[in-house]
């Protein structure tokens, strides 16, 4: 469906001054190109001035064809003919013939005059290069990215590219070189209806009812080979074998067709197939997209010809769309008049970068479209990541022509110029940004119906072309014949006789339909007479029955503004007609297009061939742009407008209005005020809103509503959503609103259904609010505390507000922290581990709660209590080596100051042993360093000691904390042996107990130096007790003990001999004896 409104796009229109018949048109660069009648004469005129002032003119070398303006490198391109033989020709710095400048330079592709003629200073003049091909070209198309040049040939497609080449200091010219061959055999030299496009890579062709787009890509690093070249091109036809069902299979050429009985020996179809005299092909409609269209049976083959320096890469074709049509003879349209027209690339860029530097390869476009048109149908594809149909346009008369731009669809028809709008915005807008479709944004959908705003009457239109905002149309009245005038002035005198002579009948009293002679009579007496008229004048006298205008487009903001006014008369009929939110839409999109546009308010200056001089001679003037800035207030106040539908809706789509209402940059405040009383739902508001509000209030928002407000959100959702009561008092917006009338409602909420836990929490929250503690404890004493937690968790926001780095505590934390930290703490653990709260989040609230409290070292106490207990309940093993880590710093600290303020922690060391398995139960020889009478903070240390003794923390991440940690006392050496030996660091370890501590030296060996440790048993802690009790000659008696325990595991382990090697020969063998001697017992019983 279209929708059809009347709007004004067309702004003025002025008559392009030509001297002459036009014969082809065309526009680029700011200029508008005008070819004879006669083919032989190019005039340029100034578009971007009134009037439109001449330019130049220049004659052509043969009478123009086809001519093309390519915007990168500011040249022509024309097909021309001369004595029957096709050229085709580039004409570069054509704007120095503006300057009375004649000299022209004409050469031959790739060759230059380089001889005393261009020495000096740089000669300023017209060059026309003339382009050789093997075939004779048929369409070209010109890259609007990096100024490339696509010659369609009927077997083949020949692409040059661009290349500024530097003559000498002072001057450098555009050249092309010849780098690829498309070869296309399925193409037939009677396909004169082919045309073809090219941007960015893509190339796109048209014969008469086929279109098929590829892309070039180029692999790095692969060698270019010729296999593709070198094979000769094998017959195919365009038409793939899967054309119609019930084909018949010609063992032959290999095709498949379905044929049709032809009584008149006719015989139609593409080339490729079999001569068949009494039949012929009907084809049949197909579309094939993505990599589906490979197998569309149009065999492609690559030929470069390029340098073999650049031939780096392997050059690939993808197919990205491949459609066919056949006839339709219920549009209307005839055989001959379905074919195929109007085939265009159209990039769209958002950056604000330049588009492409002259000779350079550009920059990649965000989208590229596809554009071909159907006598009555247009089709509108997105190729760019991606193929889809964005559009198809149903024409209410058979179009000649059409051209897409970044705003509109303009399309001829015999007499008529019409406008439709287009959807490359929305494709672009959703390609650019990644937050489109969702809660934080929103456009108008790609497949929303299309629409046509204005359709202007003109008389003969036979051209159409387009240059940013002005459209160029060709008119040619038809003038009637030397018979056609005679046959009209004869019928006239033959009525004015039958006129005459009826009267003299009536005048008389005679009927002369009464009487069947008279009637014969008056119908055949005057017939035969030679009737005299006027020698109608040449059409030379009557004037010329041609027209070239150029119509120019309202300013984007105009023709929103108008559209916008439009709109009302809408609203005024019915406030929620689709109709109204149609139009808005289209002029949403009209300002988001304007403002994609990277040269609206960043003017990019069009590369220029020459100097900067010759364009300010010239007159040449930069695209004036609306104002950034205003458009941007026209776009918000556009997602006002539309955020004010869909807030009124009970449909679908009514969840838009919160992303519409977000790009509006309205306040809360605002949008409440504009949906007042606007909706036609019982509580007076639309689901759309009620949507938006809901949201914005559960969201993290930093407006507060004031009392009257926020009381009239409580009215709202009392009456449309009572159940959210709950979560709208905790907001943080409602921070304002009266607790008498949010304690009201949530009475009456709770008399009409079951009381549930955040209702009743809410409840206790108001109350405190009103500084009723009664009513607090009446409200909280009515839940368990575990029922409580599940509550939190339900509603979040009873506890704090905000996110991210602004996190503040409400006001029944701040209780609850100082009379139930524990259901607190429990509370917070819950939120983190439901994904409600993130851990940095829960560390801010803390010290905020806390902030007020003086409390020890290394954090609040109620942070460290959290850590704890959520180290005990999570099972993120990212999250359990930050709080591993966390909580041993803290544990470091407070040992390192000794703060023993005497604050309570909620889980004691045995607790977190007994319940938390990453806590483990103390080693013997810890105790033995550090008992429990030690005069320091037992719980700390005892914690610490507990992490270290546990399966799970990594010592390695802690290195760096030790060094805070002195080993002057036992305390410290605990925590330092402990480290080592999960190190691996036994020697030294033994040896800074054997120093300080060697009553835990037995202990820590029959814990530590087991299985493959138990070497050291003899290998170092044997011979350093030998050592130490030789040098206190036997009077320690604590090394002397431990040297006996070591001696009995050492004769347990070694056999006699190896027990032998280890004594020591000082004369002290007494002292061994009785455990070699045990040791030799041991080993004769095995």
């Given amino acids: 469906m279209v929708h059809v409104y009347n709007c004004h796009p067309f702004a003025s229109q002025q008559i392009v001054p030509t001297e002459q018949e036009p014969g082809l048109v065309c526009c680029g660069g700011g200029a508008l190109f005008v070819v004879s009648a006669g083919g032989c004469k190019i005039e340029a005129f100034q578009l971007g001035e009134e009037g439109c002032p001449l330019i130049c003119r220049f004659a052509t070398m043969g009478t123009v064809q086809s001519i093309l303006h390519s915007e990168i490198g500011d040249y022509l391109v024309t097909i021309e003919e001369k004595n029957n033989a096709p050229y085709l020709r580039a004409y570069t710095n054509w704007r120095y013939q503006a300057a009375e400048k004649t000299r022209v330079g004409v050469r031959l592709l790739g060759h230059f005059l380089r001889g005393s003629s261009m020495r000096g200073a740089p000669k300023e003049q017209m060059e026309i290069i003339e382009i050789p091909l093997f075939e004779r070209p048929l369409c070209v198309a010109c890259c609007g990215v990096t100024g490339d040049l696509l010659v369609g040939c009927p077997k083949s497609l020949v692409l040059f590219s661009l290349k500024r080449q530097a003559l000498n200091d002072k001057l450098s010219i555009l050249d092309f070189e010849r780098c690829l061959i498309i070869h296309l055999p399925g193409l037939s030299p009677q396909q004169v209806g082919m045309d073809v496009a090219i941007c960015a890579g893509y190339i796109a062709m048209q014969t008469e009812l086929e279109v098929l787009v590829v892309k070039l890509e180029r692999l790095p690093g692969a060698a270019f080979t010729q296999k593709s070249a070198d094979k000769k091109p094998q017959d195919h036809s365009l038409v793939p ?84 049509f056949a006839p339709d003879f219920f549009q209307d349209c005839s055989v001959e008049e379905t074919h195929l027209h109007s085939l265009q690339f159209h990039p769209v860029f958002t950056s604000n970068q330049e588009v492409c530097v002259e000779g350079g390869r550009g920059v990649e476009p965000t989208c590229l479209f596809c554009f071909f048109s159907l006598p009555k149908t247009g089709y509108l594809y997105s190729v760019r990541g991606g193929v889809q149909m964005v559009s198809a346009y149903q024409y209410p008369e058979k179009a000649q022509q059409a051209v897409l731009s970044d705003l509109f669809l303009h399309i001829i028809t015999k007499n008529a110029l019409q406008c439709f709008s287009v959807r490359c915005a929305a494709v672009a807008a959703r390609a650019e940004d990644p937050y489109i479709d969702t809660t934080m944004k929103a456009c108008p959908p790609v497949t929303m119906e299309l629409c046509a705003l204005r359709i202007q009457q003109f008389i003969g239109l036979k051209a159409l072309c387009h240059y940013r905002h002005h459209v160029v149309l060709l008119t040619t009245a038809d003038v009637e014949t030397r018979e056609d005038t005679e046959r009209t002035a004869r019928r006239v005198i033959e009525y004015k006789d039958h006129k005459t002579l009826r009267g003299i009948f009536l005048a008389v009293g005679i009927e002369p339909s009464t009487t069947p002679a008279l009637k014969h009579f008056l119908a055949h007496s005057f017939l035969n007479r030679k009737s005299p008229f006027t020698k109608p004048q040449n059409p030379s006298e009557m004037g010329h029955g041609w027209n070239l205008y150029v119509v120019n487009t309202v300013p984007p903001l105009q023709l929103y503004n108008e559209m916008v006014e439009y709109s009302k008369t809408y609203e005024e009929t019915n406030p929620l007609s689709h109709s109204r939110l149609h139009l808005l839409s289209e002029a949403h999109l009209l300002l988001r297009a304007t403002l994609l546009d990277p040269r609206v308010g960043n003017p990019v200056e069009r590369p220029q061939t020459t100097g900067q001089n010759l364009a300010q001679a010239l007159g040449y003037n930069t695209t004036r742009t609306a104002d950034r800035q205003e458009l941007q207030q026209a776009f918000q106040e556009s997602c006002a407008q539309l955020g004010d539908c869909f807030s009124r809706f009970d449909k679908r789509d009514c969840h838009l209005a919160l992303p519409y209402y977000k790009m509006s940059g309205l306040s809360l405040t605002e949008v409440i005020s504009r949906n007042r009383g606007l909706s036609n739902s019982l509580c007076g508001y639309g689901k759309g809103f009620l949507f938006f509000l809901k949201h914005s209030l559960y969201e993290e928002t930093l407006e507060l509503l004031t009392e009257e407000t926020a009381n009239e959100v409580l009215d709202i959702f009392g009456v449309a959503e009572p159940s959210q009561l709950p979560h709208v008092i905790a907001s943080p917006s409602m921070a304002r609103a009266s607790p008498d009338c949010g304690l009201a409602h949530l009475e009456r909420l709770e008399s009409i259904g079951a009381p549930s836990v955040p209702l009743t929490l809410s409840k206790a929250a108001l109350a405190l609010r009103m500084a009723d503690l009664q009513l607090y404890r009446q409200h909280m004493d009515r839940h368990t505390e575990m029922l409580q937690v599940y509550g939190f968790i339900e509603e979040a926001k009873l506890l704090l507000h905000g996110r991210g780095d602004t996190v503040v505590p409400t006001l029944l934390a701040r209780h609850l922290r100082d009379n139930q930290d524990g259901l607190l703490v429990a509370a917070m653990v819950a939120l983190h581990e439901n994904d409600k709260v993130k851990l940095d989040e829960a560390d801010l609230f803390f010290q905020e709660l806390c902030g007020d409290v003086s409390g020890p070292q290394g954090g609040p106490q109620l942070l460290v209590d959290f850590w704890e207990a959520l180290l005990m309940a999570s099972s993120q093993e990212a999250v359990i080596q930050e709080l591993l880590f966390r909580l041993t710093a803290v544990y470091i600290d407070r040992v390192t100051r000794r703060d023993g303020r005497g604050f309570k922690p909620l889980k004691s060391a045995d607790d977190l042993i007994n319940w938390c398995s990453h806590y483990g139960v103390l080693y013997p020889w810890v105790s033995i360093l550090t008992p429990a009478h030690f005069n320091i903070i037992p719980e700390d240390l005892h914690k610490l000691q507990s992490l270290l003794c546990g399966p799970t923390l990594d010592v390695s991440s802690i290195l760096p904390l030790l060094e805070q940690l002195p080993d002057e006392d036992n305390a410290g050496l605990s925590v330092h042996v402990l480290c080592a030996t999960k190190l691996g660091h036994y020697e030294s370890s033994i040896e800074r107990l054997l120093d300080r501590c060697p009553q835990a030296i037995i202990p820590y060996a029959n814990h530590e130096l087991q299985n493959n440790n138990m070497a050291l048993w003899w290998q170092k802690l044997f011979p350093e007790l030998c050592e130490r009790t030789r040098a206190t000659q036997g009077e320690n008696t604590i090394l002397l003990a431990a040297l006996k325990e070591t001696l009995v595991v050492v004769a347990m382990e070694l056999n006699p001999l190896e027990l032998l090697d280890l004594l020591p020969d000082d004369g002290t063998v007494h002292f061994f004896l009785p455990h070699l001697l045990e040791c030799s017992q041991r080993n004769l019983m095995m």
């Fill in 241 to 324: 074998q899967d054309m119609i069902t019930g084909a018949e299979h010609d063992n032959e050429t290999g095709c498949v067709y379905t044929v049709l009985y032809s009584p008149e020996g006719r015989r139609e179809g593409l080339a490729g197939h079999r001569d068949h005299d009494d039949f012929f092909i009907f084809p049949k409609h197909q579309e094939l997209l993505g990599d589906r269209a490979k197998d569309c049976g149009v065999k492609i083959s690559l030929e470069w010809t390029g340098m073999e320096s650049e031939a780096r890469g392997n050059l690939i074709i993808t197919y990205i769309l491949y459609r066919r």
